[in-house]
C-alpha cells in the first residue's frame, strides 16, 4: 500500500505531461530488464521488458531505454494520466540469478 | 486464469506464532518466488523454487522455511513469527527459472506484534 512508498524518491508531475523513471544496476552481467508497476494495495504488474542486444524498446505510451555502457536504464511514460500513480520497479536477471528489484520510484500525476 | 492466488490477504500474529502462506499458479510456470517488501527496501528474495523438487535461499530466507507442494503451489512458513517479520509478503512464478517476466499475487500482509 502506501507504506511501500516512504522514503521513496518522487516523481511529480502534470496530468499529459512526458515522465522519464530512472534506474542505475548493478550488474554489468544482467543481461535483461523489466520495468513493473505496483498501485496502493496491489502486486507488482509488468510494464516493458527489454534484452541486452536492444538499447531501446516501445509499448503503449510507454519506452524502455537501456545504457550498458553506464548501466543505466529509463523508463518514459508519453502523456502521463492520474492512473499512471504508482511506484515504479526496475528488475535486473542475468543468467547466473534470480531477478534484482531497484528500490522504486514513487510518480504523482496531478489532473 | 486468476494467475498468482495468495492467502491470507491479512494476517496478525503474535511473537513466537507460527503460520503458512499459501500460494498457487495457474500458468504451469515452472518457477516460483517468494519476496517480502519493506517500505523504502524494494522487493527482497526469501526463497525460490526454479523448479518442481528443489528450492533455494534468496537474500534474506533467516526465519522461514518453505516447500514446493507440486507445481502449482509453493508455501512459506514463518515457525515462530518476530516483530521483524511484519511486512508484506509477495508470492512470483515465472514460466522458466531466468530472463522472463514474474507474474506477481497481491500480496500478503502480515502484522507481528
Known amino acids: 500500500g502506501e507504506s511501500v512508498g516512504l522514503h521513496l524518491p518522487t516523481l511529480s508531475v502534470q496530468e499529459g505531461d512526458n515522465s522519464i523513471i530512472n534506474c542505475a544496476y548493478s550488474?554489468?552481467?544482467?543481461?535483461?530488464f523489466i520495468w513493473y508497476k505496483q498501485e496502493s494495495g496491489k502486486g507488482p504488474q509488468f510494464i516493458i521488458d527489454?534484452?541486452?542486444?536492444?538499447d531501446k524498446r516501445q509499448g503503449q505510451r510507454v519506452t524502455v531505454l537501456l545504457n550498458k555502457t553506464v548501466k543505466h536504464l529509463s523508463l518514459q511514460i508519453a502523456a502521463t494520466q492520474p492512473g499512471d500513480s504508482a511506484v515504479y520497479f526496475c528488475?535486473?536477471?542475468?543468467?547466473?540469478?534470480?531477478?534484482?528489484f531497484g528500490k522504486g520510484t514513487m510518480l504523482l500525476v496531478s489532473p | 486464469n486468476a494467475g498468482v492466488t495468495q492467502t491470507p490477504k491479512f494476517q496478525v500474529l503474535k511473537t513466537g506464532q507460527s503460520m503458512t502462506l499459501q500460494c498457487a499458479q495457474d500458468?504451469?510456470?515452472?518457477?516460483m518466488y517468494w519476496y517480502r517488501q519493506d517500505p523504502g527496501m524494494g522487493l527482497r528474495l526469501i526463497y525460490y523454487?526454479?523448479?518442481?523438487?528443489?528450492?533455494d535461499k534468496g537474500e534474506v530466507p533467516n526465519g522461514y522455511n518453505v516447500s514446493r507442494l507440486n507445481k502449482r503451489e509453493f508455501s512459506l512458513r514463518l515457525e515462530s513469527a518476530a516483530p521483524s517479520q511484519t511486512s508484506v509478503y509477495f508470492c512470483?512464478?515465472?514460466?522458466?527459472?531466468?530472463?522472463?517476466?514474474?507474474?506477481f499475487g497481491q500480496g500478503t500482509r502480515l502484522t507481528v506484534v
Open positions: 512470483a512464478s515465472t514460466p522458466l527459472y531466468q530472463n522472463t517476466e514474474a507474474f
Open positions: 550488474n554489468s552481467a544482467s543481461d535483461y
Open positions: 527489454i534484452r541486452s542486444n536492444m
Open positions: 528488475a535486473e536477471n542475468s543468467g547466473y540469478s534470480t531477478l534484482t
Open positions: 500458468m504451469n510456470h515452472n518457477s
Open positions: 523454487s526454479a523448479s518442481e523438487g528443489t528450492t
